[in-house]
């Protein structure tokens, strides 16, 4: 797979309102909400250019019987496709090229919340989102044809900032509670 980082887009945001409406239809009464994740839901940083939804669910069990909804709009149905309780799909567009992610987790299961905690922190820490945003550029051009080195290269910076997020996170909320 060709790795390709571009310029934030503004219309991400769009096009992720308007397929997670089609993808909340398509799953139905089980779909609980639909986050927009990953770098394109990060203002101002370089991204691939792959809109990435992670849809909480009341029961993972009731995503598979959805396949044939998601395929009627085009997404591929993965399994947990390397992520224990997770059900992945994916869609390309007509001229093959990769468009977007859905992540489907029941609720409260700890994947999902390091996916928004991330996506919160990069969002209220634009320094550490502009760092990650050259690492992304600086590997891309490193690695123009393997999305395995690409990967591997963002793994300790993920993993490093998804510590620093989720303890971010829990500070934030127990400051909410003590107001």
Do not use: C
Request: glycine share 6%; aromatic share 10%; hydrophobic share 40%.
């Amino acid at each position: 797979m060709k790795v390709e980082v571009v310029p934030h887009d503004p219309t991400w945001r769009i096009k992720f309102e308007h397929e997670s409406k089609l993808v909340a239809l398509a799953l139905g009464e089980n779909v609980i909400a639909i986050h927009h994740i990953g770098s394109t839901a990060i203002p101002y940083i370089y991204a691939k250019p792959i809109i990435d939804m992670l849809v909480e669910v009341k029961d993972i069990a009731k995503v598979e019987p959805q396949n044939s909804q998601m395929a009627v709009l085009g997404y591929i149905a993965m399994g947990e496709f390397g992520l224990p309780g997770r059900r992945f799909f994916r869609k390309h567009d007509e001229n093959g090229k990769r468009t977007h992610h859905v992540h489907a987790f029941e609720a409260n299961f700890s994947e999902l919340q390091r996916h928004l905690a991330f996506r919160d922190y990069m969002i209220a820490h634009p320094e550490e989102a502009h760092i990650y945003s050259e690492l992304k550029r600086q590997l891309a051009k490193q690695y123009p044809e393997d999305i395995n080195g690409y990967m591997d290269g963002k793994d300790g910076f993920i993993k490093d900032r998804e510590k620093r997020a989720l303890e971010w996170k829990r500070q934030n909320l127990s400051l909410q509670q003590n107001t």
